[in-house]
């Protein structure tokens, strides 16, 4: 089948792109439409063109998969100048995504008709470039660069109605979208020369000017730091600046620049990854989820709340069950004021929370879970609870429903256990606030239902989350990683680094916070029940325990919060007491550089990576990179730990735990076999095949 098929609608030639799923311009369909303007340009019987697509989306872009390639002829800018220079009028008809390169074909189009279904974007931005086939030279010719630029610095799409009133768009037609382009394409080859949008200049106004300069004097402050921002600012600024022609040059240099550095490389890369998570390897594509009409939560805490919230956003009823009214009424209590903050914010209208709110019920007793097609444990992390709590749902839900647990780190089979229907049990670790975070690790034990687990994943993609299916473990995925983390952040308290040094140089590699201020925030005395149900020890972080320090709830912690400060000041209580424990282990301190520290956290937490793929935990390591990446804040232009890894290279990794190993005698931190192997075979964790959690 033709990528690009040229077909007559009376004095219309018809160019219709088909190349599923999303139709990218690769190199054949950029080809392709060359050739079908070019024909249609010199056959007489044609008097206008219209390019239209097959499928839901327009066209979504570049195949990014061809980025970092050397590009094949004809690149898409020959192709679009072929198409605005066209003396028959060429119209755009989109039926639904026009994307990034998308977009800057119908931009180079002498009109554009949108279905009213249809979004218009130039995405770029999340992929560490900016447009590059005159995006930033004809988006702020056609609508003004004040409206152009914020189009561009988010990425977000607009509506078609959006587009319309901005003039992005000529027309959203209702019915069929090809005939409303085909006869605009008419009337304006009855008009002679087709407009260019090279050629507009109207909206580029000295007010347009001035108001684009105080945008981007905005984004440089907020993101001054993110060069393809930066790029952003220089190619828009062209507009005003340079004649078309020139402006397209810079842009084009500018791409070239920010396509070929590691940031983009590593957005990239999570982009398929993200999309190659949502493959679960050993579950065929034919196994059909379990329907989800109803649902239901146990217990109503911050995390209970956040999970009915989940379901309320998306539509589907939930009854929120405690033991007792009290508890469901400040449960529901919690609810009302996240969603009342989002109405005050703006974000959401007074309609929609009152139409959330309704979706969820409160009610006292397991029985109400009668009716769920699904129900999800969100109540205290202890074993015996939860046994007891699935034990009493076996007598209670109905035949088929999916019994799933929210535990962190619990064994999901001994809950399975308590159940006559192991089949049924899952984890669903959704991340907090379970409203936000678009992480969720779904646990799959040995002996679930493949349908059940399709189900989690297909539930998982209704409430807006990322799932990525893991093995069952200590911690699972994440968890377990942290814990690496967290312990290699105690040890190097003790060889002689300071709280804020370590928070420092972790925020400097790209996290919103340093694992010590996250601490802080969340609890220490969260890691403390751990460690002690556990019988493990973590000297500085149990002495501070001890001392009533739990963070930022008791106004001390690793950092002093004098009256409710939420950022945290350096207190020469704890630095002594740090020194103390290193003194009474015969350490002598030294200090660590920034780069140091890095290694020092992030490389046994490569290393727990490696084991969990052994182990078979994870499928892939694209899936941890997408777990760090959606519940951890991991920073997204450094793709996720082992992502990271195959950059900073195996064998330096390598040669680092062994030195840690051999300093600190803790055999945990020797490499492990398969972290050893591609080291040894030169190769990176992007070479390892996928394999079945
Ligand atoms: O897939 C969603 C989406 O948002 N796609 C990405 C859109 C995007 O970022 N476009 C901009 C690309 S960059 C660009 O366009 C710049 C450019 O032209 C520069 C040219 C400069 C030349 C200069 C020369 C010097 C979308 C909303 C479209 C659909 O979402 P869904 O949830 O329905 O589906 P997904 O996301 O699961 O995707 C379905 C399959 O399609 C693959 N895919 C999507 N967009 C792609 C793409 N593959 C390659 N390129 C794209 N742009 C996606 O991986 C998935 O594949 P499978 O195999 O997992 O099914």
Not at 86 to 94: G, Y
Not at 160 to 171: C, F, H, N, S, T
Not at 175 to 201: C, F, H, I, N, Q
Not at 394 to 406: E, F, R, T, V, Y
């Amino acid at each position: 089948m033709e990528l690009v098929q040229l077909a007559l609608r009376g004095r219309v030639a018809v160019a219709t792109i088909a190349n599923p799923p999303v139709n990218a311009l690769s190199a054949g369909v950029r080809a392709g439409l060359a050739e079908a303007v070019a024909k249609a340009g010199s056959d007489p019987a044609v008097d206008a063109i219209v390019i239209a697509a097959a499928g839901k989306a327009f066209i979504a872009g570049a195949d990014i998969s061809e980025f970092g390639k050397p590009p094949a002829a004809p690149i898409l800018p020959d192709v679009l100048e072929a198409i605005e220079t066209s003396a028959k009028p060429v119209v755009a008809a989109i039926q639904g995504v026009a994307l990034g390169g998308g977009l800057e074909v119908a931009l180079a189009c002498h009109a554009r008709v949108a279905s009213p279904a249809a979004r218009l974007g130039l995405p770029e931005i999340k992929l560490g470039i900016i447009p590059g086939a005159g995006g930033t030279q004809r988006l702020p010719r056609l609508i003004g660069a004040a409206k152009a630029f914020p189009m561009m610095l988010s990425g977000e799409p607009v509506s078609a109605d959006k587009a319309a009133e901005y003039g992005l768009v000529d027309m959203v037609a209702l019915g069929d979208v090809v005939e409303a382009a085909a006869a605009l394409a008419l009337d304006l080859a009855s008009k002679g020369a087709p407009p260019r949008t090279a050629d507009r200049m109207e909206a580029l106004t000295p007010a347009d000017r001035e108001a684009f300069e105080a945008l981007a004097a905005d984004a440089t402050k907020k993101s001054g730091d993110m060069p393809n921002a930066m790029a952003l600012i220089e190619a828009v600024r062209g507009v005003f600046t340079l004649p078309f022609a020139e402006g397209m040059a810079a842009e084009r240099a500018l791409f070239r620049t920010l396509v070929a550095d590691e940031r983009s490389k590593a957005l990239r890369y999570a982009f398929f990854a993200e999309r190659e998570a949502a493959k679960v390897p050993g579950i065929e594509a034919s196994v059909k989820p379990r329907p989800i009409a109803k649902a239901a939560v146990i217990g109503a805490g911050t995390m209970g709340g956040g999970i009915a919230m989940c379901f309320a956003n998306a539509g589907i009823p939930v009854t929120l069950i405690e033991t007792e009214q009290g508890q469901i009424d400040n449960g529901m209590n919690r609810v009302a004021a996240i969603y009342e903050m989002s109405v005050t914010r703006g974000s959401l209208t007074a309609e929609k929370r009152d139409e959330r709110m309704a979706l969820i019920t409160g009610a006292v007793g397991l029985a109400a879970a009668h009716d769920a097609d699904i129900v999800i444990e969100a109540a205290f992390e202890e074993m015996g609870v939860k046994k007891q709590i699935f034990g009493a749902l076996d007598g209670i839900a109905k035949p088929g429903a999916i019994l799933a647990s929210n535990t962190s780190y619990l064994d999901i089979p001994t809950i399975a256990a308590a159940t006559k229907r192991p089949q049924d049990v899952i984890g669903m670790h959704f991340f907090s606030p379970a409203n936000v975070m678009k992480l969720l690790e779904v646990v799959r034990p040995a002996g679930v239902a493949d349908d059940v687990v399709a189900t989690a994943v297909a539930l998982g993609r209704t409430l807006g989350k990322v799932p990525v299916v893991v093995g069952n473990c200590f911690g699972f995925v994440g968890n377990r990683m942290l814990a690496q983390r967290t312990r290699a952040a105690e040890r190097l308290l003790i060889a002689g680094a300071l709280p804020h040094e370590v928070d420092a140089a972790v925020t400097a590699f790209g996290f919103k916070m340093g694992p010590f201020a996250m601490s802080d925030l969340a609890g220490n005395d969260i890691g403390w029940r751990t460690r002690k149900s556990l019988g493990k020890k973590a000297a500085v972080a149990d002495a501070l325990c001890e001392a009533g320090r739990f963070g930022q709830k008791t106004g001390k912690g690793y950092y002093l919060y004098p009256a409710g400060a939420r950022a945290g000041q350096r207190d020469p209580e704890v630095e002594a007491l740090i020194a103390r424990v290193s003194a009474e282990r015969g350490v002598t301190r030294r200090s660590f550089t920034a780069d140091e520290i890095v290694a020092r956290l992030m490389d046994p937490m490569v290393n727990e990576g490696a084991r969990i793929l052994e182990e078979g935990i994870a499928a892939r390591p694209g899936d941890i990179d997408i777990i760090w990446l959606n519940g951890y804040n991991w920073p997204a232009w450094r793709g996720g730990p082992m992502h990271w890894a195959d950059t900073v290279g195996l064998d330096v990794i390598v040669k680092r735990l062994e030195a840690q190993a051999a300093e600190s005698g803790d055999a945990t931190l020797e490499p492990s076999p398969l972290l050893r192997r591609l080291a040894t075979e030169g190769k990176g964790f992007s070479e390892l095949k996928a394999q079945a959690a």
